[in-house]
């Protein structure tokens, strides 16, 4: 079925770690926006860990949320701050005499959250990474009153790590639209039980489980979403 977006729906994704399928989620996501007739756009506003390129630093996450988004953004409006080094951010802007603040992050972020029937903003490791001595990502989160979406990494640790996300975006005041598992481990034990007992501590939606994939592209991905549950967030 194809819908027709009536409002402009953006989410921040966040994930339990670094690390744990956060552009891979969300590029499914995006996938799936579009096989559902919506246009789509992409932010990944602060990015450690780039390449030299000809047209300056690239970073993959930017690079692959750019390659499945119907809207023609140039690479800047996804990544406006691309940091060379794969540290810390805050840490990789002092080095590279960058200047990161929520301020000017959301001004970026604001033309293109506007640009699509939906759009997803990737942070950068988990909920409470630091931007400057101040602020944190999450603070561009509240900044911007986006609803967030939780991608857990399925492995040991996890239903801790899932439910401190949950509080603490709860806690900033911002809605939780869902979490999707995300099964990284291949060999995780009792995987199931796991997913059972995030479901039975998170009090919402889980919007799909993907599992261990050898083809990790967002097509694939896309078809690991609950029908029913990401149709309402596409609406
Ligand atoms: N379901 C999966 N099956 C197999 N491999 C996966 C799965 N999800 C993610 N991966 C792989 O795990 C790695 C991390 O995924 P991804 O880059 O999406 O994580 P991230 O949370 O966005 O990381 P970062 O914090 O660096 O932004 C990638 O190599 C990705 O291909
Ligand atoms: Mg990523």
Same mark, same amino acid.
């Given at each position: ?8 729906? =953006?989410?921040?994704?966040? @994930?339990?770690?670094?690390? !744990? @399928? ?10 799936? =926006? ?12 602060v990015?450690a ?18 390659? !499945? ?10 990544? +406006?701050y691309?940091l060379?080094a794969?540290i810390a951010p805050h840490i990789a802007a002092q080095q590279e005499k960058r200047s990161l603040s ?28 630091p931007l400057n ?18 991608? $857990? ?16 975006? !709860?806690?900033?005041?911002? +809605? ?13 034990? $009792? ?11 998170? +009090? ?5 489980? !993907? ?6 592209? +967002? ?17």
């Amino acid at each position: 079925m194809t819908l027709k977006a009536t409002t402009k729906k =953006a989410f921040f994704i966040t @994930g339990t770690d670094t690390n !744990v @399928g956060k552009t891979l989620v969300a590029a499914g996501l995006l996938v799936a =926006a579009k096989n559902k007739g919506l246009t789509t756009a992409a932010l990944k506003p602060v990015a450690a860990g780039c390449e030299k390129t000809d047209e300056g630093l690239r970073n993959s996450d930017a690079l692959l949320l750019q390659s !499945v988004i119907t809207q023609p953004l140039a690479y800047e409006q996804i990544n +406006p701050y691309a940091l060379e080094a794969a540290i810390a951010p805050h840490i990789a802007a002092q080095q590279e005499k960058r200047s990161l603040s929520v301020d000017r992050l959301s001004g970026f972020c604001r033309g293109v959250l506007s640009s699509a029937d939906f759009t997803l903003l990737e942070g950068a490791g988990g909920w409470r990474v630091p931007l400057n001595a101040r602020e944190t990502l999450a603070d561009l989160a509240k900044n911007l009153q986006l609803p967030v979406i939780i991608v $857990v990494g399925v492995r040991l640790g996890c239903i801790n790590h899932a439910l401190l996300t949950f509080e603490a975006i !709860v806690r900033d005041g911002l +809605p939780v639209a869902g979490w999707v598992a995300n099964c990284v481990d291949p060999d995780m034990p $009792v995987l199931q039980e796991n997913i059972d007992s995030l479901r039975a501590r998170l +009090p919402i939606p889980c919007l799909g489980v !993907v599992p261990f994939l050898a083809d990790q592209s +967002p097509a694939v991905v896309a078809n690991y979403f609950d029908e029913t549950e990401v149709q309402k967030i596409f609406e």
